[in-house]
């Protein structure tokens, strides 16, 4: 990220729900303990992983409403995959 704005792929798209994602937080606050975050975000990164291999989905996120609100953007593209995996409507 430089100077606040995301460059690449899905940039507009990305930037909206970062700032959706930061808006949430605020207002919710957290409410678990910081261990329950880490543990659940390491789940949910290897699920995206996976959708992200077996999709012909390029941008995914993970966002962490602990006491700290922190995201990542995982963006793997259909390039980078092999072509057996993904659906056939994407070839």
Do not use: W
């Given at each position: 990220?430089?100077?606040?704005?995301?460059?690449?792929?899905?940039?507009?798209?990305?930037?909206?729900?970062?700032?959706?994602?930061?808006?949430?937080a605020?207002?919710?606050?957290?409410?678990?303990?910081?261990?329950?975050?880490?543990?659940?975000?390491?789940?949910?990164?290897?699920?995206?992983?996976?959708?992200?291999?077996?999709?012909?989905?390029?941008?995914?996120f993970?966002?962490?409403?602990?006491?700290?609100?922190?995201?990542?953007?995982?963006?793997?593209?259909?390039?980078?995959?092999?072509?057996?995996?993904?659906?056939?409507?994407?070839?």
């Amino acid at each position: 990220m430089e100077g606040g704005q995301f460059q690449g792929e899905q940039a507009e798209l990305t930037e909206h729900i970062i700032g959706v994602f930061y808006s949430v937080a605020n207002e919710l606050g957290f409410g678990f303990v910081e261990s329950v975050y880490r543990r659940s975000t390491k789940t949910f990164e290897q699920q995206l992983l996976h959708y992200l291999r077996s999709s012909c989905m390029e941008v995914s996120f993970v966002l962490a409403f602990g006491q700290y609100a922190k995201f990542r953007r995982v963006i793997m593209t259909n390039d980078r995959k092999l072509p057996n995996r993904l659906p056939s409507s994407s070839l």
